[in-house]
Structure formats: structure tokens, C-alpha cells
């Protein structure tokens, strides 16, 4: 399966955006879709995470009650709205996919596929 992220952006600390991670050569199915972020000089860290069937979702403490990850079925794509952002948001996101369970969907090394990544800019 092929990933796309994409909508990342400039925004001022308090704002929104809304991620978008499509697949193509395959549906969502049977996956967990995770959302990471990399800041420079740090390593990648756990964002959010849906799993396809059945919605359950898990949060980092740090985004938690700010950002949501949906799922649009007819759509084949997944979404990671963020709000009230902060500037130490400010990171290359990435979604994933991969058979992770909820003792591993924080780890990126549950995940076999991976988007390109898209950059989120908070300024203060």
C-alpha cells in the first residue's frame, strides 16, 4: 500500500490544521493507521492512532484533547485534525500503516508502510 500525507502548513500558535494521509494500491483495512512526528534533531514520536475496523483511537499525552484522527471509508483516507496548536507541534508528520495492536501502536516499528511526510510550521 502507497501513502500520501499531506496538508501541512504554516500556522500561528492557537490555529488549526488538518492532516490528510491517503492509500492507494489497497484499502485501510485490517491496518492501524498511526500519525508520527519528527522534529529536527529529535527522534520520531508517536502522535495518534485509528485502527480501519472498528475506530478505536490512541493518543500521545502531549496531543491529547487537541488533536482527533478520523476515518473516511469511502474515501480510503484518514485524518489528523489539530487545534490549539503550539509551537513544539512543530514537526514532519507522517502516517503509517501496519498490523499494530494496542500494546505496539506507538512504536513505529509496528508500521511496514509509510507517507513521505508533511511538514508543520507553528509559529509563536
Known amino acids: 500500500v502507497q501513502l500520501q500525507a499531506f496538508g501541512g502548513g504554516l500556522v500561528q500558535a492557537g490555529g488549526s490544521l488538518r492532516l490528510s494521509c491517503a492509500a492507494s494500491?489497497?484499502?485501510?483495512?485490517?491496518?492501524?493507521v498511526g500519525w508520527f512526528r519528527q522534529a529536527p534533531g529529535k527522534e520520531r514520536e508517536f502522535v495518534a492512532s485509528?485502527?480501519?475496523?472498528?475506530?478505536?483511537?490512541s493518543y500521545a499525552d502531549s496531543v491529547k484533547g487537541r488533536f482527533t484522527t478520523s476515518r473516511d471509508y469511502a474515501k480510503n483516507t484518514v485524518y489528523l485534525q489539530m487545534n490549539s496548536l503550539k509551537p513544539e507541534d512543530t514537526a514532519v508528520y507522517y502516517c503509517?500503516?501496519?498490523?499494530?495492536?494496542?500494546?505496539?501502536?506507538?512504536?513505529?516499528?509496528?508500521?511496514?508502510?509509510w507517507g513521505q511526510g508533511t511538514l508543520v510550521t507553528v509559529s509563536s
Open positions: 485509528i485502527r480501519w475496523s472498528g475506530g478505536a483511537t
Open positions: 494500491g489497497r484499502t485501510f483495512s485490517g491496518y492501524t
Open positions: 503509517a500503516a501496519g498490523n499494530a495492536i494496542a500494546s505496539t501502536r506507538s512504536s513505529p516499528k509496528a508500521y511496514n508502510y
